[in-house]
């Protein structure tokens, strides 16, 4: 036979490249197994769906819960010990607009995430 013929495949575009149950990446010319690139896994997963900094339609601070809200100036506090006292001057509005959960005051997919 003249010509050689050669299996190819592409990039997957929503989901990472798995055989076997067992997802695999491209390190330059080399397959590796991709749960020992925890990074490269998240990157594959997400590709082009920022969940956490889209803008979530019709949705108020007042849907946020307040007990979340509270968490999350907890832990800016202790992340955060030199902004401490400006921290309790500032609304929940200046807040969440500050640490970027929210875009210009709208509610992000990051600020609707249930606290952990």
């Known amino acids: 036979m003249g010509a050689s013929s050669c299996l190819s495949i592409g990039p997957a575009p929503n989901q990472p490249v798995q055989f076997m149950g067992k997802g695999y990446a491209r ?17 594959l997963w997400t590709k082009g769906q920022d969940w956490s900094a ?11 819960d307040p007990l979340a809200i509270a968490k ?4 800016f506090r202790e992340k955060n010990p030199a902004k401490a006292s400006e921290l309790s001057a500032w609304t929940d509005l200046a807040f969440l607009n500050k640490t970027k959960l929210l875009k210009q005051g709208a509610i992000t997919g990051n600020a609707a995430a249930p606290a952990l």
Not at 54 to 64: F, R, T
Request: hydrophobic share 35%; proline share 3%; glycine share 4%.
């Open 27 to 43: 390190s330059g010319a080399s397959k590796v197994d991709l749960s020992r690139h925890p990074d490269k896994a998240r990157a």
């Open 72 to 75: 999350a100036r907890d832990q």
């Open 54 to 64: 889209a803008i979530c339609d019709h949705a108020s601070l007042e849907d946020l």
